[in-house]
């Protein structure tokens, strides 16, 4: 019985023609080993199994070839070809610098480089993983990266370029592999599976290259897999059963019922997937994607995006024009939201089975948005009469309010018909607001999509400004200055009842003086006063107008321009008042650096 070699071994390229996915890559190292135009050290950088070290041991093979084809590849029967092929080429040494990072490692390394090579043209070190050298081993190295022999040439790989010191990458040509297409490795797979004698079907391979995620090497891992569990019989099914994968037949069904609005079937259809052992979570972002595919279906020049296999992507294209846009964009914004919420939600059954819920009854609500009475409404809303106002409102209906925002819910508001009316269709024109009971009545949502009523505005019915104005009369009695400090003490104890005890404190100590004219003036020490007295002005003169009777009353404001009797009221001043009592206050500020705040 032979050993068995895995595929990602058996089948590694050997060539670069072979090399699966890179050709920006195989070609630029082709066409450098055709002009002569060799770099001293290269950096091949990537994700994981797309090809680096791979297309590292073909370039170091095919320099030292001594029969390279017109193609520019290594001939594979020269003498440094079989050596290289049999693992005891003396110029070709490859070192692993995830567990060989010391300085000591890369001293050896040196020390093997000023050694010419026997037998070949060039000596070639590869080193793997070269992220993980330590900071002392890169600045060792950075020497000899820099000016090596003629003979010598590095390859660095990694798959973290980030790590890398920019004085290493700086000596370098950087090769950057990109992920593998789900086309290419599938095409790859069936070429292995006809060599094994395996029986598959299209389906089946690209669902085990979408689920490698651009790396060869792990589809090549889950196909030697699938091989043994389904006895050689690579098949749709087998391969959902190996890899724990959900059936695209799930969100197909789920769709349609949230599509025919049945709410019960999707509900059933969840739970038959978490029956089967898979998570909530795998169900929402699989749904997202699914909601995802039919968008890319809708247009022709975006189908190309949709990497699934020719059987599937028919299916997709035939749901996609069930599908309209506007039902596939609120429903990856609800799904979406579901997933953030899934993060901190206790019960994430019950997230994902509201998020069901809300997609069932987003077709009523895309319908409603389109009915022609709903719009009509809306335009006469917005094309009032000027002086119409809202005689009445029948609710059908209670709205249902499915969530509270528009990008998370759907709502489903039922038709509201207003009825408008002119002042002279036998409504009175006293009537300068609609009754507060019928405005009520209407419950609109916030983000409903009918307009909200309450907030209905016609130029007859403008409220009044709320801002407090002037009283004004024919009364002008005689009164004297005893009167008005009686009135003025009776305003101050009103505003202590009301807390407003910087204003009372005011009045307290800044008594009104009765000038000529009925003219109230008020003594005050500094502006904030003023300002204050200013912000109470209107109440407190409509007061004195109203109590004295006379309507000719005016008050005005002074700043008293002198200090004396003048009670400190800002910081600073208080700091003045103390420095005229004790000068030494102004001393220990100096020396202690004080401020006044």
């Known amino acids: 019985m032979d050993n068995f070699i895995v595929s990602a071994r058996k089948y590694r390229p050997v060539t670069f023609d072979s090399v699966v996915g890179q050709l920006h890559i195989t070609n630029t190292l082709k066409n450098a080993i055709k002009n002569n135009q060799l770099a001293q050290a290269f950096l091949f950088c990537g994700p994981r199994g797309v090809g680096k070290t791979t297309c590292a041991r073909i370039l170091a093979k095919t320099i030292n070839c001594t029969q390279i084809t017109e193609n520019n590849e290594a001939c594979g029967v020269c003498e440094s070809c079989a050596s290289f092929q049999h693992g005891n080429s003396f110029n070709f040494h490859e070192l692993d610098a995830a567990s060989n990072n010391s300085v000591d490692d890369i001293r050896n390394l040196t020390d093997q480089v000023r050694i010419p090579p026997q037998g070949g043209k060039y000596k070639v070190y590869i080193i793997d993983e070269v992220h993980m050298l330590s900071q002392s081993a890169f600045n060792a190295f950075l020497k000899t990266l820099e000016e090596p022999p003629s003979y010598a040439i590095f390859i660095l790989a990694t798959t973290e370029k980030h790590k890398i010191l920019p004085t290493i990458l700086s000596r370098c040509q950087i090769f950057d592999f990109n992920r593998i297409k789900v086309d290419d490795m599938a095409k790859h797979l069936q070429s292995i599976a006809l060599k ?106 975006t189908i190309q995006l949709l990497e699934v296999s020719e059987n599937i992507k028919q299916r997709y294209q035939e749901q996609a024009h069930k599908a309209s846009i506007s039902f596939l964009i609120s429903g990856l914004n609800i799904g979406n939201q579901c997933e953030i919420n899934l993060k901190q939600s206790k019960n994430q059954r019950l ?168 003219e109230v003036q008020v003594l005050l020490d500094n502006t904030l006063q003023a300002q204050e007295l200013k912000n109470e002005k209107i109440d407190l003169l409509n007061y004195l107008r109203s109590n004295l009777k006379n309507f000719d009353i005016v008050i005005s404001s002074t700043i008293s321009t002198t200090t004396a009797n003048k009670k400190p009221y800002t910081a600073k001043d208080k700091y003045n008042y103390f420095v005229e009592k004790n000068p030494v206050i102004e001393d220990l500020k100096r020396v202690f650096s004080l401020t006044v705040d």
């Open 196 to 301: 094994e004698t395996v029986n598959f079907d299209a389906d089946g391979l690209h669902l085990i290259a979408q689920k490698a995620d651009g790396g060869l090497r792990d589809a090549l891992s889950m196909f030697d897999q699938i091989v043994s569990f389904s006895n050689r019989e690579v098949t749709y099914q087998a391969v959902i059963d190996n890899l724990n994968l959900l059936d695209y037949d799930y969100y197909f069904k789920v769709t349609t019922a949230l599509l025919d609005a049945n709410l019960a079937s999707a509900l059933l259809l969840f739970d038959e997937i978490l029956n089967n052992g898979f998570e909530g979570n795998t169900f929402t972002s699989g749904l997202c994607e699914h909601f995802r595919n039919l968008l890319v279906c809708k247009d022709t020049a």
């Open 351 to 518: 997230q994902i089975e509201l998020m069901l819920i809300k997609l069932s009854h987003l077709p009523s609500a895309l319908n409603l948005s389109n009915n022609p009475n709903v719009v009509q409404l809306a335009e006469q809303v917005k094309k009032k009469p000027e002086n119409s106002i809202i005689a009445s409102v029948k609710p059908a209906a209670e709205p249902v309010i499915i969530a509270d925002n528009v990008a998370e819910a759907t709502i489903i508001p039922t038709p509201i018909t207003p009825a408008y009316a002119t002042p002279s269709e036998n409504i009175p024109h006293q009537v300068n607001e609609p009754p507060i009971s019928l405005l009520k009545k209407v419950a609109t949502p916030a983000h409903s999509l009918i307009p909200d009523l309450n907030n209905f505005k016609s130029n007859s019915l403008t409220a009044k400004d709320s801002e407090p104005e002037y009283v004004a009369g024919d009364l002008k009695n005689e009164f004297t200055e005893t009167e008005l400090l009686a009135t003025w003490k009776t305003y101050l104890g009103l505003m202590k009842q009301k807390n407003k005890m910087s204003l009372a404190a005011l009045m307290e100590n800044n008594s009104p003086v009765l000038l000529p004219n009925n």
